[in-house]
């Protein structure tokens, strides 16, 4: 269901999904909703095909399917969304969460942990330390004759 006056979801600067991309489906939602429950579609479910789509480089969606993979089902993202009781809120609640998650796949891996050694002074003042504290015990046990 594109919109005309949206371009599309912004998950940072470097990529937007367009409204063509992203499928909806509505249903009924559990919880909250009184006699409304019962009759309103509420509850909302985002698809988008991570797999199939047009706006991503190929390490992008090479990162998306690595990281997303047990998430995806035939290359396909669905998110749910059934927290509010208003339809509308529901959606954005749901492009939200697509943007977080997307962006957040895309993230580059931190760099890998240098392992480091510690100094000389700090292997002497944590063995100095080691030793007070020997003394400080030693000086509370009962006299050994």
């Known amino acids: 269901m594109p919109a005309p006056h949206r371009p599309g979801l912004t998950v940072d600067s470097g990529l937007t999904i367009p409204e063509s991309e992203l ?5 009924r939602s559990s919880g909250p909703g009184g ?5 309103a579609d ?6 988008w095909d991570v797999a199939g789509s047009a706006v991503l480089s190929p390490v992008q969606r090479e990162r998306l399917l690595e990281r ?3 998430r995806l089902v035939d290359g396909k993202l669905t998110i749910a969304a059934s927290e509010h009781r208003a339809q509308l809120r529901n959606r954005e609640a749901a492009r939200a969460r697509l943007a977080d ?3 957040d796949a895309l993230r580059p891996p931190a760099a890998p942990r240098r392992p480091t050694r510690p100094s000389r002074g700090a292997r002497e003042r ?3 330390a080691k030793k007070r504290r020997t003394d400080i ?6 006299p050994h004759d």
């Not at 509420?42 to 698809?47: A, C, F, I, P």
């Open 68 to 70: 997303l993979g047990g």
């Open 23 to 27: 499928s909806w489906r509505f249903s």
């Open 35 to 39: 006699q409304g429950v019962n009759t």
């Open 126 to 128: 944590r063995l100095d």
């Open 137 to 142: 015990k030693r000086l509370r046990r009962p």
């Open 42 to 47: 509420s509850r909302v479910e985002l698809v």
């Open 101 to 103: 998650i997307v962006a």
